[in-house]
């Protein structure tokens, strides 16, 4: 089909108008550019939003105390709903669903009065009682140490899990494992050093929190028993949501909340946040598709124009082809691989060029920006959007390719 | 080789139709060198343009070789352009882009002759029209005789059994007039049946048979003394 010849008169107009070519050329090669890099951002966005979600137990989520604001069983609305380790208990034995229970309790806070002291350096930092369980539900990389473990809580050891943010500013180079410091006047141990998973603010955010264990500090600042509320893992297989739910009926019935009291309980899982995330950038890509076709379908249409303008000219030469043998098809066959081998090319050096900024792009970026990583676009889709361009290219060979097989020979060679 | 039988055809210019051809009877034999005369407009063109399978008539036969010649598909049309005739036009209607070479091979590669086997014989016939060492110039690089002897060698390279041309020196001055006549004599002498449209009796008169057209009908048809065929 594509013969030397034809190679040779798809040459030879090209040549012959360079300009017209290349202007038409650029329409195409922009259209595919553009959807590329669209595409190549889409996804860079994609991973730049659902890292963050990648540091989260899949299928996780938070139950918190409020007030209430129904009476029931006879108590006025208004009253604070607070948790103790009971709950936790009851939690962990008739929560059916639940993988994993991690009771949290915030001392002090970022931003707060300096609370935290190593030698002669203070600084305020967000302290957190915890368990061994909440390291399983925001992962963390524990750069230097260990995280908190079972033994610190069942015994209460006076030890401390520190962020990369902490260790920075209290110990500046001094290496913190086995450093002692002190938390609202009570020495901790440092046993880990952490850094975050996530990304921007949520990774300084991270990176300034200070994790001991829930039973240290519930006896060292005088919080006996007292639980701030509860993290979360749903067994493999089961919905959060379920999981969340389970909680709150029982926490509602152990706190005599009325069953409808709804804002009594503070909530929030990963999972409903995550649906919502890929549905937003499912709608992302299909608007990315739809404005990329369309870039590709004015880029095609232009080919189309082009090649009508290059039949009308070529009117003369296609009547005396026509008159030394040349049938109509060989005529349609010539214009449309005219415009194949137009779009083609152009769509290639559009391909080629599309993943290559996009690769520069994932280059510069790296892991510096927030809600930004890892643009790319796949080799399938890549593939597929060359494949729709240049049927696109034979679609628009056929409307000029059929007006060049109309010629009359006779009336092409008279004009 | 070509017999025509009351021939009729007629332009449709809106309302108006205008009848050119107005019943011609024809035949000429395979071998023959024959020129169509007549005042402008007389329907000459119109005529070899029929014979061409360029054009369609609405009333009469054509035969040519034996075969009718009557509402072809663009496809046979194409086949008996291919192989049984070959143009030369006035205004030469060679490629721009190609050159001498090219243009000549051309009708070989509708015929799908291979690309060496065809340019071989492409020269061949650049030789044999004269100008073997003009074969890779462009035809703006040619002066006009040398373009028609393109033109001729191309229509010749299909070895087909009619030539056709419509006013062939009628943009060349008088003496590549007689060069390029000499070669279509040439050209009958090989045995190839010759049909040339001309206004000019100078041409007229180096074939061997003459018919004179005249409001859409043969007004006479001579024999040339003198003229061999
Ligand atoms: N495509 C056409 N449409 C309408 N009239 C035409 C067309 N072609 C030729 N004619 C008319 O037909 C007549 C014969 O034309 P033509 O065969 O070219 O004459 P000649 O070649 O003898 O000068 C002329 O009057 C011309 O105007
Ligand atoms: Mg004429």
Known sequence: MFDYDKWQEIWATIRKNKLRTVLTMFGVFWGLFLMLLLLGSGEGLRNGVTKDFGAWATSSGFVWGRRTTMPYQGLRPGRPIRFDMNDVTALENEVDGLHHLAPRLQLGGFGGSNNVVYREKTAAFSIYGDTDAFHKLLLVNFDKGRGLNPLDVAERRKVAVIGSEVQRVLFQGVDPIGEYIRINGVFFKVVGVFSSKRSGRNASRDVQMIHVPLTTAQQAFNRINQVGWFGFIAKPGVSAMTVENDMMALLRQRKRVHPDDISALGHENLEEEFNKMLGLFNGIRWFVWFVGLGTLAAGVIGVSNIMLIVVRERTREIGIRRAIGATPFSIVSLIMQEAVVITAFAGYIGLLLGIGVVELLNLAIGDGAAMFLRPSVDLPTAIASFLILVIGGCCAGLIPAQRAASIKPIEAIQS | ?229
Do not use: C, W
């Open chain 2, 1 to 229: 080789m070509i017999h025509i039988n009351q021939i009729r055809k007629s332009y449709q210019m809106g309302s108006l139709s205008l009848e050119v051809l107005k019943g011609i009877d024809l035949n000429i034999e395979e071998g023959e060198l024959v020129s169509i005369m007549g005042p402008s407009g007389s329907g000459k063109s119109t005529l070899l343009n029929i014979l061409g399978i360029l054009d369609q008539y609405q009333e009469g036969e054509y035969h040519l070789a034996g075969t009718l010649m009557k509402s072809l598909s663009e496809r046979k049309a194409a086949y008996y352009r291919n192989h049984y005739l070959g143009f030369v036009f006035q205004s030469f209607h060679l490629l721009e882009f190609k050159n001498a070479l090219e243009n000549v091979a051309l009708p070989l590669y509708y015929q799908k002759v291979s690309r060496r086997k065809r340019n071989r014989k492409a020269r061949e016939l650049l030789e044999r029209v004269g100008l073997g060492d003009r074969a890779e110039h462009m035809p703006n690089e040619l002066s006009g005789g040398q373009k028609q002897r393109v033109a001729i060698a191309r229509a010749l390279i299909s070895d087909p059994k009619v030539i056709l041309a419509d006013e062939p020196t009628g943009a060349l001055d008088s003496q590549t007039s007689d060069q390029v006549m000499d070669l279509f004599k040439e050209v009958n002498a090989s045995g190839k049946t010759v049909v040339i449209v001309t206004h000019e009796a100078e041409v007229a008169e180096k074939t061997s048979r003459t018919i004179h057209l005249r409001d859409g009908v043969v007004q006479n048809d001579t024999h040339n003394a003198g003229v061999a065929s």
